[in-house]
């Protein structure tokens, strides 16, 4: 089942706007004024979708969608009529001073549910910001070039697509040959929102979990270009397997290739990837003083990367940590072996860094310290 997500990719969609509407005067309540926004979901078959769930989706600071424990919000949720058409408004208003919680100015998406035959659509962006011209938003991406909300409002067909299939296997990095099984694989979607703050609903996604053969398949993939991570990784906020191998032209590489997007015309992508629910890779070493003696109770910490170059914000963000015992010594086994620094520090010493941010350098192994009082 696909679902919304409120973090952070990716895609393009063939979507269409059939333009804007013209001669017709903005809605008015009371003394606010409302630009709309016409929808119509079409079908597989190109038909007018009726009684199909649509959202709107802020995609800015400022036009967050409300966060609640409903399944539908007033003013952001939708149900298509017999004619597949369904309208919502914006207000001239910064959404976050509404009392109502209604959308305002800001930058928005439309989302169709999918359904068990189909990926539902996503429309091309769209945006004001309550000034008579639209202007200033020149986002042109993947999602394609962004459309400019007018006071005589805009109409939006969403092409509900049939999406792509992934199919997979993952196998145990550390006996090659043997399928993991029990590890869950997400597909993700970023809309490419300006807020990461939680609440945005800019990522949707769905998920599966490897088979006893360490096979899964994930159908109605769409936007086609999409990201793949185990457990949470290689996003790095749950605990999960990690992925260290992925076989590309039928050789296994030390990469993770988790950003995927088919061919024109191809309808089932395949990967193979090889991985690990268990950390593996030691690193250990020794804290002393300048003198040599140990530094009990001194802290290493870790930047580990999830990828073996540095490309997301996980990647120079993730850090992990030991505590050296009575010796002094320490020891930590991390998920990848691409660590891109460390540092140590103890209290009533200055702060020892071994740090190359631009790439994961440091292999396992040992890497000591000599601490200076401060």
């Given at each position: 089942?696909?679902?919304?997500?409120?973090c952070?990719?990716m895609l393009?969609l063939?979507?269409s706007s059939?333009?804007?509407?013209t001669?017709?005067?903005?809605?008015?309540?009371?003394t606010?004024?409302f630009?709309?926004v016409?929808g119509?979901?079409?079908?597989?078959?190109?038909?007018?979708a009726?009684?199909?769930a649509v959202?709107l989706?802020?995609?800015s600071r400022?036009?967050?969608?409300?966060?609640?424990?409903?399944?539908?919000i007033?003013?952001?949720d939708f149900?298509?009529?017999?004619?597949g058409?369904?309208?919502?408004?914006?207000?001239?208003?910064?959404?976050?001073?509404?009392?109502?919680?209604r959308?305002?100015w800001?930058a928005y998406?439309l989302?169709?549910?999918?359904?068990p035959?189909?990926?539902?659509?996503?429309s091309p962006?769209?945006?004001?910001?309550?000034?008579?011209?639209q202007?200033g938003y020149?986002?042109n991406?993947e999602?394609?070039?962004v459309i400019?909300l007018p006071k005589?409002?805009?109409?939006?067909?969403?092409q509900i697509?049939f999406g792509?299939?992934l199919?997979?296997?993952m196998?145990?990095y550390?006996?090659?040959g043997?399928?993991l099984?029990?590890?869950?694989v997400?597909?993700d979607?970023?809309?490419?929102?300006d807020?990461?703050?939680g609440?945005?609903?800019e990522i949707f996604?769905?998920?599966t979990?490897?088979?006893?053969?360490?096979?899964f398949?994930v159908k109605?993939?769409?936007?086609v270009?999409?990201h793949?991570?185990?457990?949470g990784?290689p996003?790095?906020?749950?605990?999960?397997?990690?992925?260290?191998?992925t076989?590309m032209a039928g050789?296994?590489?030390?990469t993770v290739?988790?950003?995927?997007?088919?061919q024109s015309?191809?309808?089932v992508?395949?990967?193979e990837l090889m991985?690990?629910?268990?950390?593996?890779?030691?690193?250990?070493g020794?804290?002393t003083?300048v003198?040599g003696q140990?530094?009990?109770?001194?802290?290493?910490?870790?930047?580990?990367s999830w990828n073996p170059?540095v490309k997301?914000?996980?990647d120079?963000?993730?850090y992990?940590?030991?505590?050296?015992?009575?010796n002094?010594?320490y020891?930590?086994k991390?998920?990848?072996?691409?660590?891109?620094g460390?540092d140590?520090?103890?209290?009533?010493f200055?702060?020892?860094?071994?740090?190359?941010d631009n790439?994961?350098?440091?292999?396992?192994?040992?890497y000591n310290?000599?601490l200076?009082?401060?």
């Amino acid at each position: 089942m696909r679902r919304l997500f409120a973090c952070a990719g990716m895609l393009f969609l063939g979507l269409s706007s059939l333009g804007a509407q013209t001669g017709a005067a903005p809605v008015v309540d009371g003394t606010l004024h409302f630009r709309v926004v016409h929808g119509l979901v079409l079908g597989l078959d190109g038909k007018p979708a009726s009684q199909r769930a649509v959202h709107l989706i802020g995609l800015s600071r400022g036009s967050m969608r409300p966060y609640s424990d409903e399944p539908t919000i007033l003013h952001w949720d939708f149900i298509t009529d017999d004619q597949g058409r369904f309208s919502a408004q914006l207000g001239d208003f910064k959404t976050w001073e509404d009392k109502e919680n209604r959308p305002g100015w800001g930058a928005y998406a439309l989302y169709v549910d999918p359904s068990p035959q189909d990926a539902g659509a996503v429309s091309p962006r769209f945006w004001f910001d309550g000034r008579p011209e639209q202007v200033g938003y020149q986002a042109n991406d993947e999602w394609g070039k962004v459309i400019g909300l007018p006071k005589e409002g805009i109409s939006i067909t969403l092409q509900i697509k049939f999406g792509v299939t992934l199919e997979g296997r993952m196998w145990d990095y550390t006996h090659p040959g043997k399928p993991l099984a029990g590890v869950t694989v997400s597909i993700d979607n970023d809309l490419h929102s300006d807020s990461h703050t939680g609440f945005g609903g800019e990522i949707f996604g769905q998920h599966t979990e490897t088979d006893a053969q360490g096979r899964f398949t994930v159908k109605h993939i769409y936007p086609v270009e999409f990201h793949v991570g185990l457990n949470g990784i290689p996003s790095g906020f749950d605990d999960g397997a990690f992925w260290l191998k992925t076989k590309m032209a039928g050789q296994w590489t030390d990469t993770v290739g988790d950003d995927l997007a088919p061919q024109s015309g191809e309808t089932v992508l395949h990967l193979e990837l090889m991985g690990s629910t268990e950390p593996l890779f030691r690193y250990f070493g020794k804290v002393t003083d300048v003198k040599g003696q140990p530094v009990t109770g001194a802290k290493v910490t870790f930047g580990m990367s999830w990828n073996p170059t540095v490309k997301t914000w996980s990647d120079d963000h993730h850090y992990e940590s030991a505590v050296t015992d009575s010796n002094g010594l320490y020891e930590i086994k991390l998920g990848t072996p691409w660590v891109r620094g460390m540092d140590s520090e103890a209290t009533g010493f200055k702060r020892v860094d071994k740090w190359d941010d631009n790439s994961p350098t440091f292999s396992p192994g040992e890497y000591n310290f000599t601490l200076t009082r401060d």
